[in-house]
């Protein structure tokens, strides 16, 4: 039996919105399913994602650490690393510079960068970045917190006289402290008390503090770290 155009067409409709309406059920049957599975989020969690949702719009943080008594200054840029042997697509990345030593940390691995750009192993380069307010570096462990539905607690502080919001996440062994500005939920200060490290403050990146001349990469090393600060 033939089917004349104007037959194909109709058929071709119908199919289409069959389909669609499939689609929609299921994803409506999913978000169901979602959110009588899944709590709700709590007060303090909705706090603890305006933090997240400010970081994902910066591009540079600075930031000020005591390490054995001394001041450690830090500046961290969002970039892009690659290709490399092992990561042959580009990757979205954190620069961090500190002094004249120059780390590069993403979500799949870490890199130092000197003469050459070499991986390393270990968690420590992501505390680092963690520490230093890495907008992505940061935002990323704020975002595990939450999608675990990890518990959030809040309580009001003092910081230089300041009132401030402090933010304690717990999942597992892994904690993290906050110290975060009430009107904005810009984090101010840092902190990963299981290893025992002391805070770290941080601040949206100036312009001046964006031409410092350890920023300045070799013309081969820019071939593959290319920051978007």
């Known amino acids: 039996m033939e089917r004349g155009k104007t037959g194909w067409i109709r058929l071709a409709v119908a199919s289409g919105a069959t389909a669609a309406g499939l689609a929609a059920l299921l994803a409506g049957a999913a978000f169901g399913l979602q959110a009588v599975t899944l709590p709700r989020p709590s007060h303090d969690q909705l706090l603890a994602a305006q933090t997240l949702r400010w970081l994902t719009a910066q591009h540079a943080i600075k930031s000020t650490a005591f390490v054995r008594g001394q001041r450690v200054s830090s500046v961290c840029v969002n970039a892009t690393i690659g290709p490399l042997h092992a990561y042959p697509k580009r990757l979205h990345a954190s620069l961090l510079i500190t002094g004249r030593r120059r780390l590069v940390e993403t979500r799949f691995a870490s890199f130092r960068l000197g003469s050459t750009v070499r991986e390393e192993d270990g968690p420590l380069p992501t505390v680092q ?11 990323r462990r704020i975002g595990r917190f939450l999608d675990e539905r990890a ?3 809040t309580r ?20 993290l402290l906050l110290i975060v500005d009430p009107r904005t939920f810009a984090p101010v200060a840092v902190r990963t008390p299981r290893l ?3 805070w770290s403050y941080v601040a949206r990146a100036e312009r001046r503090d964006l031409v410092r001349p350890e920023l300045r990469l070799s013309r081969r090393l820019r071939l593959i770290v290319k920051e978007e600060a």
Not at 157 to 174: E, Q, Y
């Open 129 to 139: 970045a963690v520490l230093a307010g890495c907008p992505r570096t940061l935002g």
């Open 151 to 153: 518990p959030v607690r």
């Open 156 to 175: 009001r502080v003092l910081l230089r006289r300041a009132p401030m919001l402090r933010l304690s996440f717990r999942h597992g062994d892994s904690r």
């Open 196 to 198: 025992g490290t002391g």
